[in-house]
């Protein structure tokens, strides 16, 4: 049973060239999520949406874009990748804060990009 | 500042033998606690979470984790490895208020390879 489903699971994408990777959830949780992983490392949070709200983190590059068009889906917009931009990115999602905090957080199969 | 540390990059156990992956923390307050498991291409997969009250938390597949607060750490076991746990582990905090996403601290992963 599917729960957070990427697509695709692997992207190759040439240098400049904007990609979008794709993400939805059958957990009609609120919050989502895009962290990027690179080589085995802890992943790195993007940004995330609590419902329509956008929150981005302060180092995530302008690069970087993301859409939320409904509760179930959510979007990352590369705009001009670069050779750096190469990793596993992950999409997560979390019900809002019955747990004052303690919320789990669902982790996608990811989507691994790979960049020419 | 918020910081989550694995103090181990690799931990090697034999098949059937108990296993410990460690992880200390520094975080303001009571945090809440988080362990997960990453499979190779995969995204990562909750096993437990310390959220309050006893200080031993059961979780899937047979791991456990204790919690200790005068030594700030959250040590995950299993009593006897199997080689399907070999995996990549995550060990993840976040603080006691409603920050959804911003402050979930990943540590740096410990690789678990358990041997035939």
């Known amino acids: 049973d599917a729960m957070v489903i990427q697509n695709p699971r692997y992207q190759v994408t040439q240098f400049g060239k904007p990609v979008t990777l794709s993400c939805s959830q059958t957990l009609n949780h609120n919050v989502m999520y895009w962290y990027q992983q690179k080589s085995s490392q802890a992943p790195k949070l993007l940004f995330h949406?609590?419902?329509?709200?956008?929150?981005n983190e302060a180092d995530t590059p302008d690069n970087f874009q993301s859409r939320r068009p409904n509760t179930s889906f959510c979007f990352l917009d590369i705009r001009s990748p670069g050779l750096g931009d190469a990793a596993m990115y992950l999409c997560?999602?979390?019900?809002?804060?019955?747990?004052?905090?303690?919320?789990?957080?669902?982790f996608g199969p990811g989507t691994r990009l790979t960049v020419l | 500042a918020q910081s989550v540390a694995q103090p181990e990059d690799q931990v090697n156990v034999a098949e059937g033998n108990p296993l410990t992956v460690k992880c200390t923390y520094s975080?303001?307050?009571?945090?809440?606690l988080f362990w997960y498991v990453q499979y190779p291409n995969r995204g990562l997969q909750f096993l437990l979470k310390?959220?309050?009250?006893?200080?031993l938390v059961k979780g899937s597949y047979g791991f456990e984790a204790e919690f200790n607060k005068s030594q700030t750490s959250f040590h995950l076991k299993k009593p006897s490895a199997l080689v399907s746990d070999s995996a990549l582990y995550f060990c993840a905090v976040r603080p006691p208020r409603d920050n959804y996403g911003q402050n979930f601290v990943f540590g740096p992963g410990t690789r678990l390879s358990v041997l035939p």
């Open positions: 310390y959220i309050t009250g006893d200080n």
């Open positions: 975080v303001s307050g009571n945090p809440y």
């Open positions: 949406y609590y419902d329509k709200d956008f929150n």
């Open positions: 997560a999602t979390s019900r809002d804060g019955t747990e004052g905090g303690a919320d789990t957080q669902y």
